[in-house]
T-cell receptor, first 115, second 113 residues
Framework: NAGVTQTPKFQVLKTGQSMTLQCAQD?????MSWYRQDPGMGLRLIHY???????DQGEVPNGYNVSRSTTEDFPLRLLSAAPSQTSVYFCASSYHRDRDKYEQYFGPGTRLTVT | GNSVTQMEGPVTLSEEAFLTINCTYT??????LFWYVQYPGEGLQLLLKATKADDKGSNKGFEATYRKETTSFHLEKGSVQVSDSAVYFC????????????FGQGTILTVHP
């Protein structure tokens, strides 16, 4: 298994540009999520999904869109990039209803800089 | 809502020293508790977990006990190594979806030879 993969690893955008961060998992996990990591603030949940066709907002959803058309993929779209979105973005997946099976697997991250 | 508070860092230790990183939480119901570790330039990895009160999670010499009475899940290791230098995150999950984690702010640990 490849686990959770993310592309690209690094990206530089200009203010106002749009882009999509890709995330895929091959573990047949129901749950997928996107976090951003900023210094001194831990990880904050942006959006999450408990299955194909189902998404919901996390703690910091503004400026981001998601969709989940398949179990495997969960792309994150930045609609109009702003310098405040400069961060490291992590995708994660897990089972979500079974407490004993639970473990959240993280991708390697995408480092995004918006100038 | 759920929240997790970790001790302020960074923490700097000499090799073979004893490590404690404090973590306290606020949650409704009966959450599961986790410690994740992030090595430089990498994503997060699950270090250990506990799913109910009085459970002890352990891995790679690290331990943490789920204390419901003090709402705590402190991370300990008896003898740290240089290779333990990383960022450590306490997290909780539970309720209707164990996938939805709430993280603490992270504690940077540096171990010197």
């Amino acid at each position: 298994n490849a686990g959770v993969t993310q592309t690209p690893k690094f990206q530089v955008l200009k203010t106002g540009q749009s882009m999509t961060l890709q995330c895929a998992q091959d573990m047949n996990h129901e749950y997928m999520s996107w976090y951003r990591q900023d210094p001194g603030m831990g990880l904050r949940l942006i959006h999450y999904s408990v299955g194909a066709g189902i998404t919901d907002q996390g703690e910091v959803p503004n400026g981001y869109n998601v969709s989940r058309s398949t179990t495997e993929d969960f792309p994150l779209r930045l609609l109009s990039a702003a310098p405040s979105q400069t961060s490291v973005y992590f995708c994660a997946s897990s089972y979500h209803r079974d407490r004993d099976k639970y473990e959240q697997y993280f991708g390697p991250g995408t480092r995004l800089t918006v100038t | 809502g759920n929240s997790v508070t970790q001790m302020e860092g960074p923490v700097t230790l000499s090799e073979e020293a004893f490590l404690t990183i404090n973590c306290t939480y606020t949650a409704t119901g009966y959450p599961s508790l986790f410690w994740y570790v992030q090595y430089p330039g990498e994503g997060l990895q699950l270090l250990l977990k506990a799913t109910k009160a009085d459970d002890k999670g352990s891995n790679k010499g690290f331990e943490a006990t789920y204390r419901k009475e003090t709402t705590s899940f402190h991370l300990e290791k008896g003898s740290v190594q240089v290779s333990d230098s990383a960022v450590y995150f306490c997290a909780l999950g539970g309720g209707t979806s164990y996938g939805k984690l709430t993280f603490g702010q992270g504690t940077i640990l540096t171990v010197h030879p």
